[in-house]
């Protein structure tokens, strides 16, 4: 798989994950805790095919001496992935104490 399309499938899959943990951040201001750790789960599952791919089809291939164009378009993948995992830490905290506000 070239670069390129490594790029866009990270890019895609973490943007996906965005959007489940921002529901989640909404649906649990709104008190409907039930709902939120199907969005959770769904996010890490997508945060982890994208990591996947990261591993695979980039890192694995470098380690094993293949040379891989860099451009920013795999810049931005990477650091989109890595900022979605951050907002996925934040948003179960959130979510944690919108529960204990809750009761």
């Known amino acids: 798989m070239n670069t390129e399309k490594v790029a866009f499938d990270i890019i895609s899959l973490a943007g996906d994950a965005k959007a489940e943990l921002q529901k989640a951040l909404k649906l649990a201001h709104e008190g409907k805790f ?13 945060l982890q095919q994208a990591h996947k791919l990261q591993t695979q089809e980039l890192l694995t291939r470098e380690a094993n001496g293949e040379k891989l ?8 993948a990477q650091d989109y992935l890595m900022t979605t995992y951050t907002l996925k830490d934040v948003a179960v905290e959130i979510i944690n104490l919108y529960q204990i506000l809750k009761k």
């Not at 750790?37 to 997508?46: F, G, H, R, T, V």
């Not at 164009?69 to 931005?76: A, P, R, W």
């Open 69 to 76: 164009s860099f451009n920013v378009l795999i810049s931005h």
């Open 34 to 46: 039930a709902e939120t750790q199907n969005l959770i789960d769904k996010a890490s599952e997508q």
